[in-house]
């Protein structure tokens, strides 16, 4: 599962490294505040391997409109 880390698949998807940090980190809080999973966790997932495999299957993403984030998209058509 962190091999999903090391491709550029999932910062893409969130547009950047930075931006899939702080989806990251936020839903790591919201996990160890006791937030349920979205997937399937597997014996011995850790929240981390949750959270990248929520993001995988677009369980999870950054709500654009809300936060004021260019969205991948519009930065790629610059």
């Known amino acids: ?3 999903a880390l090391k491709s550029e698949e999932l910062s893409r998807k969130v547009g950047g490294k930075f931006k899939l940090t702080a989806l990251i980190q ?10 349920r999973p ?7 997932m850790t929240d981390l391997e949750v959270v990248i495999q929520e993001i995988l299957e677009d369980k999870i993403a950054i709500d654009y409109e ?6 991948p998209e519009e930065i790629a058509n610059q």
């Open 26 to 35: 936020r839903r790591m809080v919201e996990l160890i505040q006791g937030a």
């Open 1 to 3: 599962m962190i091999e």
């Open 66 to 71: 809300k936060s004021n984030v260019t969205r």
């Open 38 to 44: 979205l997937v399937e966790r597997k014996k011995g």
